[in-house]
């Protein structure tokens, strides 16, 4: 596609379910982040995947959260158990190494 | 290990002033990215350095890498209320993980 693709835009969840976030990245782009960015403040980094290698997950900040990226396609971010502390907007980029990376527009995520 | 410190966290200036955000490493970076962040939107890539010292304008933004390339900074000349947003700088040293600095917000009252 032409830019990073997340969805859903927007997602509201009641406390305790689990919820699942998609971001289909730029075709040819190796590198794959999740980021976490809270209201008014900055990206909170959560995880990385470039190629095929083991993926950088030091910034989940539980157990409840985790992700897959199925080879250099698609990522799925899940939340098991959402608490409303989980509320926020979750940001998708992708980059080719060496260059800047594009941004997905974000899927905001309310538990009520 | 990676780090970038950015400061200030906020600045609030007066449409027609000046603005200044500075990006500090204690390690040697091979390129420093900056990024913007309107209200409501996603970080949208603005530039790349890579050389020591280097300089590169655009229209009335200027962006600086250190001569020791362990700090860097943005400076906005006589701001406009379409300046408002987060500016992030990033360092994407070694080519792989892109580590992002907290972010300078910056208000602009007109």
């Known amino acids: 596609g032409a830019g990073v693709s997340q969805s859903p835009s927007n997602k509201v969840t009641e406390k305790g379910k689990d919820v699942e976030l998609r971001c289909d990245p730029i075709s040819g782009h190796t590198a794959l982040y999740w980021y976490r960015q809270r209201l008014g403040q900055g990206l909170e980094f959560l995880i990385y995947f470039q190629g095929n290698s083991a993926p950088d997950k030091s910034g989940l900040p539980s157990d409840r959260f985790s992700a897959e990226r199925t080879g250099e396609s698609v990522s799925t971010l899940t939340i098991q158990r959402t608490q409303q502390e989980d509320s926020a907007v979750y940001l998708c980029?992708?980059?080719?190494?060496?260059?800047?990376?594009?941004f997905g527009q974000g899927t905001r995520l309310t538990v009520v | 290990g990676q780090q970038v410190m950015q400061i200030p966290q906020y600045q609030h200036v007066q449409e027609g002033e000046d603005f200044t955000t500075y990006c500090n490493s204690s390690?040697?970076?091979?390129?420093i990215q900056w990024y913007k962040q309107r209200p409501g939107g996603h970080p949208v890539f603005l530039i790349q350095l890579v050389k020591s010292g280097e300089v590169k304008k655009q229209k009335r933004l200027t962006f600086q890498f250190g001569e020791a390339k362990k700090n860097s900074s943005l400076h906005i000349t006589a701001t406009q209320t379409t300046d408002v947003g987060t500016y992030f700088c990033?360092?994407?040293?070694?080519?792989?993980?892109?580590?992002f600095g907290a972010g300078t917000r910056l208000f602009v009252k007109a």
């Open positions: 390690t040697t970076l091979s390129n």
């Open positions: 980029a992708s980059a080719r190494m060496n260059t800047e990376a594009f």
């Open positions: 990033a360092d994407n040293t070694g080519g792989f993980k892109t580590i």
